[in-house]
């Protein structure tokens, strides 16, 4: 597997990391009441973003079609998929047992969009097992 490629995939996989600290600390700043966490998350957020902006070798390594694609992978396991599951699993609790607040609406998000995440991890870790026994059996034959 070519370097870019892992890199691209330790890229998407620190990146959703990094979305999923933003996301359970809205849930932890609604849970205690204060705006705290949700500030920390964003601070280093915010550091992690202008670091790769002004970093020169970062942001040229940013730049390439393999990170762009596996971003845009990560964003549909984190994000897409979650939203939509989420919101339709709310009506559907909604209808059938109780009436949600925000709160637990966005914890069954968070919920949703930590298992996708996961997935997402899960999948690259395959993709680089199978890789590696293909480059194997190629080297061996």
Do not use: C
């Amino acid at each position: 597997m070519p370097k870019v490629r892992q890199y691209a995939d330790l890229v998407a996989t620190l990146a959703g990391l990094m979305w999923l600290v933003v996301f359970w600390s809205i849930s932890i700043s609604a849970r205690l009441g204060s705006i705290e966490p949700f500030l920390a998350a964003l601070l280093a957020l915010g550091s992690m973003i202008l670091v790769s902006f002004v970093h020169r070798p970062i942001r040229v390594l940013l730049r390439r079609y393999h990170v762009r694609k596996r971003r845009t992978e990560m964003w549909m396991h984190i994000l897409a998929l979650p939203l939509t599951l989420a919101f339709l699993i709310a009506i559907v609790i909604e209808t059938l047992l109780t009436p949600l607040d925000g709160e637990q609406k966005m914890l069954l998000f968070n919920v949703l969009a930590t298992a996708g995440w996961g997935v997402f991890v899960l999948t690259l870790l395959v993709k680089w097992i199978l890789h590696r026994l293909n480059r194997r059996r190629d080297a061996g034959a």
